[in-house]
């Protein structure tokens, strides 16, 4: 898990905090998810359903940025601009860590968490799991990891907001690999979804609420 300290404070893009019907309780849990696709606005109204909270938990599940890779370092850079710098960032894919407050002091660890994004996360771990390589034991890893992840979440007494990418609109894609793990995303997000107090749907900027 590694740790990263945002600089001085900043304004979101979109100020002002987005209401969250409902009233989370400490100690109880009360998880969110926010579907959307490129560039819908997901990140921004999960981050304005968390703009007035302290002690928040950033979990940043994409790979840290770095020169090899100019656009994703600058979707990283606009991240971080975004954030107030009061938040704690963590760069981690132990999410089953981070729901159980592994490591964060009593006082901080039941504050909220938000996950950004659950797509990286999947990506990640069925890359860890040695999917793509032909691994022996890839397919249990993997179903192990996401089992672990599903009982984290259902038992989580934290506040979470999580962010997915909306996949089952989008291009089919055309490769085996690019299938496999929008299937894997799809059926990640229906069972995250299942064990949610809300689910919301961002298009154009404009969030919406199922449930």
Known sequence: MRLVRDGAPRPLTAPGMLPVPG?????????????????????VTAERMLAGRD???????????????????????LHRERRPAHWTTLETIDLQGVLGGAGRPEDRWQGPVLVDCLSTWLAGVMDECGLWAGRDGAERELDARLDGLLHAWGS?????????????????PATASGGRYRDELGKLNARIAARCEQVWLCTAGIPRRLR
């Open 23 to 43: 009233r989370p309780r400490r100690g109880r849990p009360f998880r969110v998810l926010v579907l959307g696709g490129a560039r819908s606005g997901k990140s």
């Open 55 to 77: 002690h928040v938990d950033y979990v940043a599940c994409g790979l840290p940025a770095d020169d090899t890779d100019p656009g994703w370092a600058e979707r990283v850079r």
């Open 156 to 172: 989580t007494r934290r506040m979470v907001v999580a962010v997915s990418n909306e996949v089952g609109s989008g291009v089919v």
